[in-house]
């Protein structure tokens, strides 16, 4: 079994930073290659890939968030993260980590303010 957890959103206006973490905990697979990655729902509109990792290791951005997020994990730690420079109001939403296509934490609140 996977659990995730995420932790580090809140209210910040825009041109402010903020770094979510994921924690994973799982006592089978390692993060190291595991398929994972952010999402975000904002209200009234589906849920989409943020920036993710693929099985082999790359990276991968919604053009929406290139050069301003930055998507990372700390195997040691059990944990990824992501960091997201220069928020528009249009990041407004919840963010979810995701692993393995069906593992899925509870969301963290991002609001950005005009």
């Known amino acids: 079994q996977v659990q995730l957890v995420e932790s580090g959103g809140g209210l910040v206006q825009a041109g402010g930073s903020l770094r979510l973490s994921c924690i994973v905990s799982?006592?089978?697979?390692?993060?190291?290659?595991?398929?994972m990655g952010w999402y975000r729902q904002a209200p009234g509109k589906q849920r989409e890939l943020v920036a993710g990792?693929?099985?082999?290791?790359?990276?991968n951005y919604a053009d929406s968030v290139k050069g301003r997020f930055t998507i990372s994990r700390d195997n040691a730690k059990n944990t990824m993260y992501l960091q997201m420079y220069g928020l528009k109001p249009e990041d407004t939403g919840v963010y979810y980590c995701?692993?393995?296509?069906?593992?899925w934490g509870q969301g963290t609140q991002v609001t950005v303010s005009s």
């Open positions: 995701r692993a393995m296509t069906v593992y």
């Open positions: 799982t006592r089978i697979f390692s993060i190291n290659r595991m398929d």
């Open positions: 990792f693929t099985i082999g290791g790359s990276t």
